[in-house]
């Protein structure tokens, strides 16, 4: 059974950077791509960082230069490093792995709140 569980969310002042970090459990050699979304209240959930197995990336027009997801194989856990971060950037964050077969996995999300 695979299980995602996020941390590092919280409270930043705009301009400010934040590092989530995603810890994947019982998903060891099964992996095809992971990923971070985030969703608004009343709003679809929205793709913003993508990495596929072969460790090439995509981002969301809204957050290209600013964010960037990475991965360690060895720690089995996926981060993303937002700077510059924006009032509407403000949402909750969901870690996701697509493994091998197909199954796409989510987290329980973390809470981000850009407001001074």
């Known amino acids: 059974q695979v299980q995602l569980r996020e941390s590092g969310g919280g409270l930043v002042q705009p301009g400010g950077s934040l590092r989530l970090s995603c810890a994947a459990s019982?998903?060891?050699?099964?992996?095809?791509?992971v990923g971070w979304s985030r969703q608004v209240p009343g709003k679809q959930r929205e793709s913003v960082a993508r990495?596929?197995?072969?460790?090439?990336?995509n981002y969301a027009d809204s957050v290209k230069g600013r964010f960037t997801i990475s991965r360690d194989n060895a720690k089995n856990t996926v981060s993303l490093q937002m700077n510059s971060l924006k009032p509407e950037d403000t949402a909750v964050y969901y870690c996701n792995l697509r493994a091998i077969w197909g199954t796409t996995y989510w987290g329980q999300g973390t809470q981000v709140t850009v407001s001074s």
């Open positions: 990495m596929a197995r072969g460790g090439s990336t």
């Open positions: 019982g998903s060891s050699g099964s992996i095809d791509a």
